[in-house]
């Protein structure tokens, strides 16, 4: 079975300075890897993704995420944060394969940026 | 494009009534899933489907049933609330797994049974 942990309910960083947002998973073989954010009652918005390839991926709004295969894990990073990347963060995981469908996601975790 | 649409936004249920969600997508995409997300417990999947005409049980299908009659739409049926299934729902869609291509939601469904 694959699961996603964010061991961070909640991160508060100040605007201007870097944030990350931590993810580790686990799954059978070389997973796909999302990460996506849910702004106050809206759906979720894709960020960006790791398939395969160069380990750092670059996503939108400037954010970037690093694929670390030795420790299961996909943070989700940004240099400097601002006050509209105030929001909720989901990871989630995919086996590869055509026959695997389900996206299993984290329980999410509160970013806060604080002026 | 509208992307992935869902109706309605809002509703509330008494115990034992019944309710179809509609999801509507207009991306020509062959997979479409439904989620219900509850507070610190992420997003769960309840039903799925890989092409018009079939769909898949997911993660929590417990007391619901979908249809996949046209391609574009997706339903979630729920036959008699329960306030177990107050919930935000998400429908999503996405053109396939292979490449890891990515879901696309729709901006949910607050549904409270009382």
């Known amino acids: 079975a694959q699961s996603v942990a964010q061991p961070e309910d909640q991160v508060n960083v100040a605007e201007g300075n870097p944030l990350t947002v931590k993810c580790t998973y686990s799954v059978s073989g070389n997973p796909y890897l999302f990460w996506y954010v849910q702004y106050p009652n809206r759906g979720l918005q894709f960020l960006l993704k790791y398939i395969t390839g160069d380990n750092l991926v670059k996503g939108s709004y400037g954010f970037e995420a690093e694929f670390n295969k030795s420790q299961t894990s996909f943070h989700l990073k940004k240099p400097s944060a601002l006050v509209s990347d105030s929001a909720l963060y989901f990871c989630a995981v995919r086996a590869p394969g055509a026959g695997s469908y389900q996206l299993t996601f984290g329980k999410g975790t509160k970013l806060s940026v604080i002026p | 494009n509208a992307g992935v649409t869902q109706t309605p936004k809002f509703r509330v249920l008494k115990t034992g009534q019944s309710m179809t969600l509609l999801c509507a997508q207009d991306?020509?995409?062959?997979?479409m899933y439904w989620y219900r997300q509850d507070p610190g417990m992420g997003l769960r999947l309840i039903h799925y489907s890989v092409g018009e005409g079939t769909t898949a049980k997911g993660e929590v299908p417990d007391g619901y049933n979908v249809s996949r009659l046209k391609k574009q739409n997706f339903l979630l049926g729920l036959e008699s609330a329960a306030p177990s299934q107050t919930s935000v729902y998400f429908c999503a869609s996405s053109l396939g797994t292979s490449s890891g291509n990515e879901q696309f939601f729709g901006p949910g469904t607050r549904l409270t049974v009382l």
């Open positions: 991306m020509n995409h062959e997979y």
